[in-house]
Protein backbone atom coordinates (compact mmCIF):
# COMPACT_ATOMS: atom_id res chain seq x y z
CA UNK A 1 0.00 0.00 0.00
CA UNK A 2 1.08 3.83 -0.67
CA UNK A 3 -0.20 7.01 1.11
CA UNK A 4 -0.84 9.61 -1.03
CA UNK A 5 -1.79 12.69 1.12
CA UNK A 6 -5.42 11.44 3.11
CA UNK A 7 -6.30 8.74 1.08
CA UNK A 8 -4.78 5.15 1.20
CA UNK A 9 -4.13 3.27 -2.49
CA UNK A 10 -4.66 -0.61 -2.09
CA UNK A 11 -3.21 -2.71 -4.63
CA UNK A 12 -5.49 -2.82 -7.70
CA UNK A 13 -7.77 -0.19 -6.51
CA UNK A 14 -8.36 2.07 -9.90
CA UNK A 15 -10.70 5.11 -8.17
CA UNK A 16 -7.30 6.85 -7.41
CA UNK A 17 -6.37 6.70 -11.63
CA UNK A 18 -10.23 7.49 -11.88
CA UNK A 19 -9.92 10.81 -9.62
CA UNK A 20 -7.08 11.99 -11.11
CA UNK A 21 -8.51 11.06 -14.63
CA UNK A 22 -11.56 12.99 -13.39
CA UNK A 23 -9.65 15.67 -11.94
CA UNK A 24 -7.56 16.71 -14.85
CA UNK A 25 -10.99 16.72 -17.17
CA UNK A 26 -12.51 19.36 -14.40
CA UNK A 27 -8.94 21.46 -15.02
CA UNK A 28 -8.91 21.27 -18.33
CA UNK A 29 -12.60 22.34 -18.86
CA UNK A 30 -12.13 25.57 -16.39
CA UNK A 31 -9.06 26.73 -18.91
CA UNK A 32 -11.26 27.10 -21.44
CA UNK A 33 -12.33 30.55 -22.37
CA UNK A 34 -15.78 31.83 -22.20
CA UNK A 35 -17.04 32.95 -25.37
CA UNK A 36 -20.51 33.71 -27.47
CA UNK A 37 -21.61 30.14 -28.27
CA UNK A 38 -21.70 29.84 -24.19
CA UNK A 39 -23.79 33.37 -23.82
CA UNK A 40 -25.81 31.64 -26.20
CA UNK A 41 -26.46 28.79 -24.95
CA UNK A 42 -26.67 29.77 -21.42
CA UNK A 43 -29.05 32.54 -23.01
CA UNK A 44 -31.27 29.98 -24.58
CA UNK A 45 -31.50 27.58 -21.59
CA UNK A 46 -32.15 30.38 -19.25
CA UNK A 47 -34.88 31.80 -21.69
CA UNK A 48 -36.76 28.34 -22.37
CA UNK A 49 -36.64 27.85 -18.40
CA UNK A 50 -38.03 31.29 -17.39
CA UNK A 51 -40.96 30.92 -20.39
CA UNK A 52 -42.05 27.53 -18.71
CA UNK A 53 -41.74 28.61 -15.18
CA UNK A 54 -43.80 31.82 -16.48
CA UNK A 55 -46.12 29.81 -18.45
CA UNK A 56 -47.27 27.65 -15.29
CA UNK A 57 -47.34 31.07 -13.03
CA UNK A 58 -49.63 32.18 -15.55
CA UNK A 59 -52.23 29.25 -15.90
CA UNK A 60 -52.13 29.06 -12.04
CA UNK A 61 -53.32 33.10 -11.42
CA UNK A 62 -55.48 33.33 -14.52
CA UNK A 63 -57.32 29.86 -13.07
CA UNK A 64 -58.10 31.83 -10.03
CA UNK A 65 -60.23 34.54 -11.68
CA UNK A 66 -62.14 31.60 -14.73
CA UNK A 67 -63.04 29.50 -11.86
CA UNK A 68 -64.90 32.52 -9.72
CA UNK A 69 -66.34 34.13 -12.93
CA UNK A 70 -67.25 31.39 -14.65
CA UNK A 71 -68.09 29.14 -11.78
CA UNK A 72 -65.78 26.25 -13.10
CA UNK A 73 -65.77 23.37 -10.55
CA UNK A 74 -62.71 21.80 -9.19
CA UNK A 75 -62.68 18.73 -11.49
CA UNK A 76 -62.75 21.09 -14.76
CA UNK A 77 -60.34 23.39 -13.24
CA UNK A 78 -58.00 20.32 -12.84
CA UNK A 79 -58.49 19.35 -16.33
CA UNK A 80 -57.85 22.79 -17.40
CA UNK A 81 -54.52 22.91 -15.70
CA UNK A 82 -53.81 19.29 -17.12
CA UNK A 83 -54.96 20.34 -20.72
CA UNK A 84 -52.12 23.02 -20.51
CA UNK A 85 -49.67 20.56 -18.64
CA UNK A 86 -50.29 18.25 -21.89
CA UNK A 87 -49.50 21.11 -24.03
CA UNK A 88 -46.29 21.52 -22.57
CA UNK A 89 -45.72 18.28 -22.73
CA UNK A 90 -46.05 17.77 -26.47
CA UNK A 91 -44.94 20.90 -27.54
CA UNK A 92 -41.22 20.02 -25.55
CA UNK A 93 -41.52 16.53 -27.11
CA UNK A 94 -42.14 17.96 -30.86
CA UNK A 95 -40.03 20.74 -30.15
CA UNK A 96 -36.69 18.95 -29.07
CA UNK A 97 -37.26 16.17 -32.26
CA UNK A 98 -37.43 19.51 -34.88
CA UNK A 99 -34.53 21.01 -32.93
CA UNK A 100 -32.60 18.04 -33.64
CA UNK A 101 -33.39 17.18 -36.88
CA UNK A 102 -32.03 20.59 -37.86
CA UNK A 103 -29.17 21.34 -35.93
CA UNK A 104 -28.24 17.98 -35.66
CA UNK A 105 -26.97 18.79 -32.14
CA UNK A 106 -27.34 16.14 -29.62
CA UNK A 107 -26.65 17.26 -26.35
CA UNK A 108 -29.26 20.21 -26.27
CA UNK A 109 -32.05 18.10 -27.97
CA UNK A 110 -32.35 15.81 -25.14
CA UNK A 111 -32.96 18.36 -22.53
CA UNK A 112 -36.51 19.40 -23.29
CA UNK A 113 -37.74 15.98 -23.91
CA UNK A 114 -36.52 15.39 -20.05
CA UNK A 115 -38.16 18.33 -18.82
CA UNK A 116 -41.30 17.35 -20.90
CA UNK A 117 -40.86 13.46 -19.16
CA UNK A 118 -40.53 15.48 -15.66
CA UNK A 119 -44.01 17.31 -16.12
CA UNK A 120 -46.10 14.61 -16.74
CA UNK A 121 -45.65 13.53 -13.23
CA UNK A 122 -46.56 17.21 -12.27
CA UNK A 123 -49.50 17.95 -14.55
CA UNK A 124 -50.74 14.53 -13.65
CA UNK A 125 -50.38 15.11 -9.90
CA UNK A 126 -52.62 18.43 -10.09
CA UNK A 127 -55.41 16.87 -11.89
CA UNK A 128 -55.72 14.20 -8.95
CA UNK A 129 -55.39 16.85 -6.42
CA UNK A 130 -57.95 19.34 -8.15
CA UNK A 131 -60.02 16.13 -7.91
CA UNK A 132 -59.35 15.76 -4.29
CA UNK A 133 -62.84 16.70 -2.07
CA UNK A 134 -61.57 19.44 1.09
Excluded: C, W
Excluded at 24 to 34: D, G, W
Excluded at 88 to 104: D, N
Amino acid sequence: MSTTGDETIRAGDNRAGDSRATDNTVARLERLPFGRVHLRVAGLLGVGTFFDAFDSLVIATVLTVVISTFHVGFGSAGLLISAAYVGQFIGALTLGVVAEQRAGDRHLGAQPDARAAAAAPAADSKFHAARRPG
